[in-house]
């Protein structure tokens, strides 16, 4: 195990409840809560966080980074380190592309911002390969794989995903077998740097202006679809190694040999966040994966994963996974939104590489179509094969209450975040008009303007990705983290729009108007991520929905906001609506938008009987994409052939999402 440098000291136990109660009275509905003793228990502080928001505030974060030490940001050139991304973060200048004739980075680039959080999730996978192919001392180092690897490029790319993807029919030797730990003990050092960079990033004075977690990304790529995971850990005490995909290929896998390494009575705690679904071919969010057919399995599986995955990335840089319009036996009205930077289109051709069993590759057709019912497509990296209900986090959470009805339990109970997945070390790089790519392919408007050279979701398929959000007492690692495992938690599509939802039985009409309003709504209802109890009688439930726009001066205004409902009928079937509960819900011409917007909302189609969900999408005012910013440096005459393209060279809605809010029955 590491452990953090700093020795633990319990802060006061004060309910949230005990300090709404001596501060309500005197709030308005903008000022902040005065500083109290923090209701936060820590697992490894020394201080005290000074600046304290009993009904908590929103900060800002990414929890999906990559820097050199990940195989393919390290084959695209790359060089910044887990280091330079936490200063990055915090607002430092640090390198970036272009590599000058001796491959070395001569470019500068920083954030317009700093974010308060941030977690680096360099791929496990490849690790130790990296350490023993990049040290010259290492026995391995003049192998024909570590060759390949330094050389960089898409040799280096292919190498390492075919192993992700054909797992033991890949054509590329592995650098370590499987009775040589050489690769597992090789990854222990750079772990150490990693986990050594945000023990020094992460601010342990009573200040708490930034926090810093120890994270990697487990990178499951079976049948080239998504499977990947961020694993987050709590603190400083960490496992010597991460596990990998290769040791723990499937979700339960993982939580189990996490579970051995990274134990309560060590002071270990971890939670994992499955990302970018929209590219899961049906994988990703699904249940039950491999298991035996018993309750027994199910039961242990739900436990698990409501313990250890409370979270799932909504937005990235590769897409879109809220909703997509048309998939099977979902009813419900269609939503244009869904169509923000959505990668996957149905009907659109594509070839996945097949591999026999003799090593011979070929090439198969597989357009993206709707998977049939219980099939696993391939190819979803690419944006082939089939796509389902499961790949999007509302038809998914649908998926949840499904198993509710018919188990009692809910898998797949999840909040959002979103973030980048930048391979570039730039943590919170999200703003559309100053975008300079995630990938090395895209720090230029020619590359950003091209095709996909690897995985369909870059270049012009791709955006800035988002940021993950949290609401939280005060900026530390201990309250951002139980904030994720409650699901106080939202993402949006790169602006810092602060969502907020609240579900009571009794909220008063007139609650965005009352002084105390927060405190209130915590008071008498439950905040997202929550479960809302069961009434003594028939009733509906009534929302506070609230958000306010992105504060900075080049920011857009809100639109509007809208509840999204899921819910599953007394025959079984899934259904959503997209209800409109503020803003300007079809503005004319060009309105000015809103700096706030807030609203009590009581369900009209509420059935006691129904297990029900429901969410808050804030929508901005229409505004640039990246690739219009991009076409318009150009001079008429000069400009991409792409740039004709409507979807290209258009506009945006940001949006924010929060966590849901569960209603079952008895």
């Excluded at 973060?89 to 001796?102: N, S, V």
């Amino acid at each position: 195990m590491t452990r953090p440098k700093s020795s633990g000291m319990k802060s006061p136990q004060w309910s949230l409840l005990a300090v709404l109660l001596l501060t309500a009275c005197d709030q308005g509905p903008d000022a902040p809560e005065p500083g109290a003793n923090p209701a936060q228990p820590y697992s490894s502080r020394a201080k005290v966080c000074i600046n304290q928001t009993p009904t908590r505030r929103a900060l800002f974060g990414d929890l999906h980074v990559h820097t050199t030490y990940s195989f393919d940001a390290y084959a695209y050139g790359i060089q910044t380190t887990p280091a330079d991304a936490y200063r990055y973060a915090k607002g430092e200048t640090i390198d970036f592309l272009p590599l000058d004739d001796d491959g070395k980075m001569t470019g500068s680039i920083k954030i317009d911002r700093p974010l308060d959080f941030l977690a680096v999730t360099d791929h496990a996978e490849f690790l130790g390969e990296w350490q023993l192919c990049t040290d010259a001392s290492s026995d391995r180092f003049n192998t024909d794989f570590c060759g390949t690897y330094r050389r960089g490029g898409r040799d280096a790319i292919y190498m390492a995903g075919a192993r992700l993807s054909l797992g033991s029919l890949s054509p590329f030797a592995p650098l370590c077998d499987a009775n040589d730990d050489a690769c597992g003990k090789a990854s222990e050092t750079p772990w150490e740097r990693i986990v050594e960079a945000a023990e020094q990033a992460n601010d342990d004075t009573e200040a708490c202006t930034f926090t810093a977690f120890v994270g990697y990304e487990h990178t499951g790529s079976p049948a080239s679809s998504n499977y990947h995971r961020n694993v987050i850990f709590r603190n400083g005490v960490v496992p010597s190694r991460p596990i990998d995909y290769f040791e723990a290929p499937r979700d339960y896998q993982l939580w189990a040999a996490l579970d051995r390494v990274c134990t309560d009575d060590s002071g270990c705690e971890y939670l994992t966040i499955p990302h970018n679904s929209n590219l899961s071919n049906g994988r990703l969010l699904v249940p039950y994966i491999g298991l035996p057919d018993t309750d027994e399995a199910r039961e242990n599986y739900t436990l698990t994963r409501l313990a250890r995955e409370p979270l799932m990335e909504v937005f990235q840089h590769k897409g879109n996974s809220e909703c997509a319009n048309g998939l099977p036996n979902i009813l419900g009205e269609p939503d244009e939104l869904c169509e923000m930077e959505q990668i996957r289109r149905i009907g659109k051709p594509g070839k996945i590489p097949q591999l026999s069993d003799t090593k011979i590759l070929s090439f198969i057709d597989n357009p993206t179509r709707f998977c049939q019912a219980g099939e696993f497509g391939i190819g979803g990296m690419q944006g082939n094969g089939c796509m389902a209900a499961a790949d999007f986090y509302r038809t998914g959470l649908l998926l949840g209450l499904s198993e509710w009805q018919a188990t009692g339990m809910n898998p797949v109970k999840l909040g959002a975040i979103a973030s980048t997945d930048t391979h570039m070390s730039t943590a919170g790089a999200a703003r559309e008009d100053t975008w300079r790519g995630h990938t090395n392919t895209e720090w230029n408007r020619d590359g950003r303007l091209s095709e996909a050279t690897t995985v369909v979701a870059n270049n012009r398929e791709g955006n800035p990705g988002g940021l993950a959000g949290v609401w939280v007492t005060e900026n530390s690692r201990d309250a951002i983290f139980d904030a994720m495992k409650r699901r106080e938690t939202f993402g949006t599509s790169g602006p810092r729009i602060q969502p907020r939802l609240f579900a009571s039985w009794s909220y008063p009409e007139n609650l965005c108007s009352q002084p105390n309003m927060i405190a209130t709504a915590y008071l008498q209802g439950v905040p997202i991520g929550a479960d809302l109890p069961v009434p003594a009688q028939e009733q509906a439930p009534k929302f506070l929905a609230l958000a306010r726009a992105d504060p900075a001066d080049f920011a857009t205004p809100l639109q509007k906001l809208q509840i999204i409902k899921g819910w599953i009928d007394a025959e079984g079937r899934q259904h959503y609506r997209v209800f409109h509960v503020a803003g300007d819900e079809e503005p004319e011409g060009t309105a000015a938008g809103h700096q706030r917007l807030c609203a009590v909302f009581e369900d009209p189609t509420f059935d006691l009987a129904e297990p029900s969900y429901y969410y808050l999408r804030a929508v901005e005012n229409p505004s640039p994409r990246w690739s219009l910013v991009d076409c318009l440096s150009y001079a008429p005459d000069a400009r991409p052939e792409i740039c004709k393209d409507e979807r290209i060279a258009g506009t945006i809605q940001e949006q924010a999402w929060t966590s849901p809010i569960w209603y079952s029955p008895e």
